[in-house]
Nanobody, 114 residues
């Protein structure tokens, strides 16, 4: 079973950018769908971006036009480029596959604050 480790989070000002990475424990070449999720304090985890082989990436409306999901199979890594960050983007960001998903990792904290 593949595991994912998220990294790249941090503290940024509104309007800033971050690039999150999700590195898998093994090859992701055979994983058709991967996605980024986030969970803000007091809220449930939500999907923010999905990338599926053969399909155009999809994004939740709140991040559309600002975030870009991509993958590098050679590096077994999923990325989330986050631009024009807003305070509302503050959350712990997670990645996963599927469905079916695997157990959640620790995520990476993104804090957008001035």
């Amino acid at each position: 079973q593949v595991q994912f480790v998220e990294s790249g989070g941090g503290l940024v000002q509104p309007g800033g950018s971050l690039r999150l990475s999700c590195t898998a424990s093994g090859s992701i070449s055979s994983i058709t769908t991967m996605a980024w999720f986030r969970q803000a304090p007091g809220k449930e985890r939500e999907v923010v971006a999905i990338i599926t082989v053969g399909d155009t990436p999809i994004y939740v409306d709140a991040v559309k036009g600002r975030f870009t999901i991509s993958r590098d199979n050679a590096k077994n890594t999923l990325y989330l480029e986050m631009n024009a960050l807003k305070r509302e983007d503050t959350a712990v960001y997670y990645c996963n596959k599927g469905p079916p998903r695997v157990p959640w990792g620790q995520g990476t904290q993104v804090t957008v604050s001035s």
